[in-house]
């Protein structure tokens, strides 16, 4: 444990942004869980609503560096270009229900 007063305010500190930091990522992997689980029982629409959220909570810890910048820019692509290739063949998801 710390004794020193500093000591003591960055443990609290680094507590507090551990929570935040936590609560964040959390966000990030609950919204791209459902854009990912929209595209897969082929609700186009709902997957679209939801990257759009998705890419919002990515840029918001890309850019507070909760998560690295180039990694919130390659998971937006990722479920951007999953979208695209479900329009594509909006027939085999259909057929899947």
């Known amino acids: 444990m710390p004794t020193t007063k500093s000591a003591k305010k960055r ?6 942004r551990r929570a935040k930091n936590r609560a964040a990522k959390s ?4 919204q791209v869980r ?27 810890a890309g850019a507070k560096r909760v998560i690295h910048p180039n990694a919130a820019a390659r998971t937006k692509s990722r479920l951007a270009h ?16």
Do not use: F, Y
């Not at 443990?11 to 507090?16: A, G």
């Not at 897969?40 to 609503?49: L, N, Q, R, S």
């Open 11 to 16: 443990l609290r500190q680094s507590l507090e």
């Open 82 to 97: 999953l979208i695209r290739g479900a329009k594509q063949k909006p027939g085999t998801a259909a057929a899947a229900k």
């Open 27 to 30: 966000a990030v992997k609950t």
């Open 34 to 60: 459902k854009v990912r689980q929209a595209v897969a029982a082929g609700d186009i629409a709902k997957a679209e609503t939801e990257l759009r959220l998705a890419a919002k909570k990515l840029d918001h």
